[in-house]
């Protein structure tokens, strides 16, 4: 079993993408490697989003980064986050989706 979190960040300010970037940058070698990738960052006009999919060996591991990025949620302007048990290595699907949170203004989607 590993441990899954991934998500999307949407950020107004330079500063603040820098330091969520940095953040999630600097954990990625705690992630499991495999052929995805596990950090990305587009850049428009308007604003920078950070999506991130990454997947730990060890619960606390994740639990760790979950709960530094839901203190630090405002830092983007909206943003979902998402966990889940991945269980490939057994063969068997992945498990305990939970939609860990939720911000900002959705609705031009
Ligand atoms: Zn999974």
Request: glycine residues 4%; negative net charge.
């Given at each position: 079993?590993?441990y899954?979190?991934?998500g999307?960040?949407?950020?107004?300010?330079k500063e603040?993408?820098?330091m969520?970037?940095?953040?999630?940058?600097?954990?990625?070698?705690?992630?499991?490697?495999?052929?995805?990738?596990?950090?990305?960052i587009?850049?428009?006009?308007?604003?920078?989003?950070?999506?991130?999919?990454?997947?730990?060996?060890?619960?606390?591991?994740?639990d760790?980064?979950?709960?530094?990025?839901?203190?630090k949620?405002?830092?983007?302007a909206?943003?979902i986050?998402?966990?889940?048990?991945?269980?490939d290595?057994?063969?068997?699907?992945c498990?305990?989706?939970?939609?860990?949170?939720?911000?900002?203004?959705?609705?031009?989607?």
């Amino acid at each position: 079993m590993t441990y899954n979190l991934n998500g999307e960040l949407y950020v107004e300010s330079k500063e603040a993408a820098k330091m969520l970037f940095e953040k999630l940058a600097s954990i990625a070698d705690e992630t499991l490697s495999d052929k995805r990738d596990n950090i990305y960052i587009v850049r428009n006009s308007k604003n920078v989003t950070i999506a991130f999919d990454l997947r730990f060996g060890k619960k606390e591991q994740r639990d760790e980064i979950r709960n530094w990025l839901t203190e630090k949620h405002e830092y983007a302007a909206k943003g979902i986050i998402q966990e889940h048990t991945c269980n490939d290595d057994e063969g068997l699907p992945c498990s305990n989706f939970v939609e860990v949170l939720k911000w900002g203004d959705w609705d031009d989607e």
